[in-house]
């Protein structure tokens, strides 16, 4: 079994096995660049997986300063209590939107093993030399 001919975005070279008849594996082969092209610009119109992450970031620091401020008596109780209840409603639906997003990442997967599984099984391609 050969592998890979491909370059990896670091550099270095793909250790990927190459599909049988081609010196690439699926993802470095030219006759699949469309499909990669395709799957690629689906996930950047979904948003970054970093973007949440800094949402939330973002409500800990607005949570931690409301905590302050109360201790310190910048901030009366009872309009803290609404703001935090507000924060967490937030941090909530900020939850619900992550496990949506490796939901569809997953989906994605799944069916991109499918179609591989369907080309191999029909002699579209296969793997090793």
Not at 61 to 84: C, F, H, I, M, P
Not at 101 to 125: C, K, M, N, V
């Amino acid at each position: 079994m050969s592998l890979c001919s491909g370059i990896r975005a670091d550099g270095g070279r793909c250790r990927a096995q190459a599909m049988r008849g081609s010196e690439y594996c699926i993802n470095h082969d030219p006759d699949h660049a469309e499909a990669r092209r395709r799957r690629a610009s689906k996930g950047g119109k979904r948003g970054g997986r970093g973007r949440s992450l800094a949402e939330l970031a973002d409500v800990k620091g607005q949570l931690r300063k409301l905590a302050n401020d109360v201790l310190e008596g910048r901030t009366n109780r009872s309009v803290a209590a609404v703001a935090s209840q507000i924060l967490n409603v937030y941090l909530r639906a900020v939850s619900v939107e992550l496990n949506a997003r490796e939901q569809l990442e997953l989906i994605e997967r799944l069916e991109a093993l499918e179609t591989t599984l369907e080309q191999q099984h029909s002699g579209g391609f296969g793997y090793g030399s």
